[in-house]
Nanobody, 123 residues
Framework: VQLQASGGGLVQAGGSLRLSCEAS????????MGWFRQAPGKEREFVAAISRSGAIKYYADSVKGRFTIFRDNAKNTVYLQMSSLKPEDTAVYYCAADLGVVVTQKPYEYDYWGQGTLVTVSS
């Protein structure tokens, strides 16, 4: 599967952005989907993940209550709605697909990765 992330940009603190990740190839609904981010000089970290049906969602504590992950299997797309953005949310955001059984926060469990989209939050 190929993943194409989009929607990043420059936003002021307190603002909102919606990231999209469109998948092509194998049936999108076969994949658990996740969002990760990597800030300069830091390791890639988990942001959110969603089960195949969308019924199960997990969030990092740092984004809980501010970010929402959801998917539209008919459009082969997973989204990350980000609100109340903070400067510390600045990072390259990656979407990833996992053929596994259990929704996971571990990046090494994911089989496919998108190219990343940059989110910059100014103070």
């Amino acid at each position: 599967v190929q993943l194409q992330a989009s929607g990043g940009g420059l936003v002021q603190a307190g603002g909102s952005l919606r990231l999209s990740c469109e998948a092509s190839g194998r049936t999108f609904s076969s994949y658990i989907m996740g969002w990760f981010r990597q800030a300069p000089g830091k390791e890639r970290e988990f942001v959110a993940a969603i089960s195949r049906s969308g019924a199960i969602k997990y969030y990092a504590d740092s984004v809980k209550g501010r970010f929402t992950i959801f998917r539209d299997n008919a459009k082969n797309t997973v989204y990350l709605q980000m609100s109340s953005l903070k400067p510390e949310d600045t990072a390259v955001y990656y979407c990833a697909a996992d053929l596994g059984v259990v929704v996971t926060q571990k990046p090494y469990e994911y089989d496919y990765w998108g190219q990343g989209t940059l989110v910059t939050v100014s103070s």
